[in-house]
């Protein structure tokens, strides 16, 4: 079976950091990412996973542990254009991404 | 544009329709894919094709029927609507289907059965 767990919402101010958990358990696993969300539109593409470390990409990084089952999306200087929900996917071998619920980011001034 | 679009953006229907969402690419991708996501906001993969053929069918009522006239569109439809089959669907697409491929989202179709 498969499991991605994230917390359902979190809170931030302008200028703060942010790190999003991600934990998962999954029958055979073949990378990780992350989407972003905004309300009423299509998830888009922020980062991608598959082996163990930190990938950085501009204000926004994405860590993996796959001993640990385990991912964070680290948001940098945050603005309040990064309020959105930001979805964990773990490619599943055989499938296709498994997503979870998606956290509810809210960044106020 | 190069994108991934979808027609309905909007669909409002009576239980018991028959209705279709088309989808199309022009990025020039192989693999096709159809989302469904509820009203908390959990996405879900229900169908994917790979030149046109079909390589990922989930557990999805066999009212819904998709069909892929060529790569560069995959179309969805759905017989007898119910009240349940209200969701945002979702079409993406990827160069392949290896895990690699980063799939691109469609704007999605808000479909509500009244």
């Known amino acids: 079976g498969q499991n991605i767990d994230q917390p359902t919402e979190m809170t931030a101010t302008e200028g703060a950091i942010v790190q999003i958990n991600c934990t998962y358990q999954t029958s055979g696993f073949n990378g990780l990412f992350w989407y972003q969300q905004h309300a009423g539109e299509a998830p888009t593409f922020l980062s991608y996973n598959v082996l163990d470390g930190l990938e950085e990409k501009g204000r926004f990084s994405s860590f993996l542990s796959r001993s640990k089952g385990y991912s964070y999306l680290l948001l940098k200087e945050l603005q309040m254009k990064d309020s959105a929900s930001y979805l964990c996917a773990v490619y599943q071998a055989g499938t296709a991404l498994i997503f979870g619920k998606g956290t509810t980011l809210s960044v106020s001034s | 544009d190069t994108a991934v679009s979808q027609t309905p953006k909007y669909l409002v229907t009576q239980m018991g329709n028959d209705k279709s969402i088309k989808c199309e690419q022009n990025?020039?991708?192989?693999?096709m894919y159809w989302y469904k996501q509820d009203s908390k906001k959990f996405l879900k993969i229900m169908f994917s094709?790979?030149?046109?053929?079909?390589?990922i069918n989930e557990t999805v009522p066999n009212r819904f029927s998709p069909k892929s006239p060529d790569k560069a569109h995959l179309n969805l439809h759905i017989n007898s609507l119910e009240l349940g089959d209200s969701a945002v669907y979702f079409c993406?697409?990827?160069?392949?289907?290896?895990?690699?491929?980063?799939?691109?989202f469609g704007p999605g179709t808000r479909l509500t059965v009244l």
């Open positions: 094709y790979n030149n046109k053929e079909l390589i």
């Open positions: 990025l020039g991708h192989d693999t």
């Open positions: 993406a697409s990827s160069q392949g289907a290896m895990s690699t491929d980063t799939q691109y």
